[in-house]
């Protein structure tokens, strides 16, 4: 089974008031998935982390 590590955010953002407003890129989520791959391991170190830019 797969572990995936969860790092939550110490800066939540504020919901959405009214949902029916959503859209496509323009409502962005706190957290974002991230998982390494190398050709020794295959997918590993999978993990939830606070909304970033990649590295």
Do not use: C, N
Not at 3 to 23: F, N
Not at 32 to 54: C, I, Q
């Amino acid at each position: 089974m797969l572990d995936i590590k969860i790092v939550r955010t110490t800066e939540p953002k504020a919901k959405p008031q009214d949902e029916s407003k959503l859209g496509f890129g323009k409502i962005f989520t706190d957290h974002m998935f991230l998982m390494d791959y190398t050709a020794g391991e295959g997918w590993h170190d999978a993990r939830v982390v606070p909304y970033a830019s990649l590295p």
